[in-house]
């Protein structure tokens, strides 16, 4: 007898291929406007379907959870952050939650590589300098940024994305130093020639350029404070490609515009999809709407991960890439 397939909602326009497989595979309810999800849709989504694949952009909260339906069991998130799903309101529901790590994790090292070269490289500014035809010729003071080779990188989080742009950041000449909630294993830590800070204040008082790749939790809320802003040296440089909310917006603002920051190249931010204002009229601040994993290939990839965890989890099996229920 054939199965009854379970009733799969995805809030966002997934690629075709990907969209494609899982019409095959299961009850799919697509979202074929793309339109983001109200928060009435979400809850009317999770009161009957087995499965919910959302992203980032959809605050599963303990709220829109009180509306889930008894068949609720899996979400499977398309994304590897899982700061917009009330994880402790999906364990109490016996809710199991998957996420897409792995897939995202070079492209995003590839564009974390790209900021830092082009905001101390000025590489925006010189862009706009041709299209608006405002090149004169080369002369020797003409744009001159500065360079990478033989600085100081202070990475923040040094999980799977962290230690790729550590890898790639020594092909480029840089120190590689971190900060990590655990010291990685000593051969990795040589391999990357890496230096363990326990004291984030120690490590950022010292480095050149910081960059974030830690997740965003209640414990890294705004880990970069005020005052941790103002520990970094006035000519050291700030890369975000993880969650806006690591970063105190307000201070760093503050910093950049006295000159108590050298530059900071951002991909994410704390309110998105808004951004602040007063980012925009500052030369120093290089500005990409979260960008940093998007390619095809990824986000295929993603869709691969979101299948193979539902059809694990649908066949009785552990889903590989199990964000809950904690693993001991
Ligand atoms: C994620 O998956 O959490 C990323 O932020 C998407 O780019």
């Known amino acids: 007898m054939a199965r009854t397939k379970p009733k799969v909602v995805i809030t966002r326009k997934l690629p075709d291929v990907v969209e494609t497989r899982m019409m095959e595979l299961f009850d799919v309810h697509m979202n074929v406007d793309d339109h983001p999800f109200s928060r009435e849709e979400l809850a009317k989504a999770v009161a009957d379907c087995d499965v919910l694949v959302p992203n980032l952009t959809d605050l599963i909260d303990k709220d829109v959870l009180e509306s889930a339906g008894k068949r609720l069991k899996l979400i499977a998130n398309f994304g590897n952050g899982v700061d917009h799903i009330d994880l402790t309101a999906a364990q109490a529901r016996s809710i199991t939650v998957t996420n897409t790590p792995d897939v995202l994790t070079e492209d995003t090292a590839d564009m974390t590589m790209a900021l830092m070269v082009a905001v101390p490289r000025r590489l925006i500014e010189g862009a706009q300098m041709i299209r608006e035809g405002q090149f004169k010729g080369w002369s020797p003071t003409h744009m001159l940024g500065h360079r990478l080779h033989g600085k100081r990188l202070g990475i923040i989080g040094m999980g799977r994305i962290g230690t790729a ?38 490590m950022l008082a010292r480095m ?57 190249g951002l991909d994410v931010f704390e309110h998105e999809p808004a951004v602040n204002s007063e980012f925009l009229s500052l030369k120093n601040v290089i500005l990409l709407p979260h960008m940093g994993s998007a390619t095809i290939e990824g986000r295929i990839s993603m869709g691969e991960k979101v299948i193979i965890n539902i059809r694990a989890f649908c066949d009785g099996h552990q889903p590989p890439d199990r964000v809950l229920p904690l693993q001991g």
């Open 165 to 202: 742009v550590a890898r790639r950041a020594r092909g480029f000449g840089m120190a590689i130093h971190y900060h990590n909630r655990r010291r990685l294993h000593p051969e990795l830590e040589a391999e990357v020639e890496a230096t363990y800070w326990e004291s984030l204040d120690q």
């Open 208 to 264: 050149d350029v910081i960059s974030v790749h830690c997740p965003h939790t209640p414990a890294t809320f705004h880990l970069l404070s005020e005052r941790r802003l103002k520990l970094m040296k006035p000519t050291a440089y700030l890369v975000n490609l993880a969650r806006g909310e690591i970063v105190d917006e307000d201070a760093l603002i503050t910093l950049l515009k006295d000159g108590n920051l050298a530059g900071a």
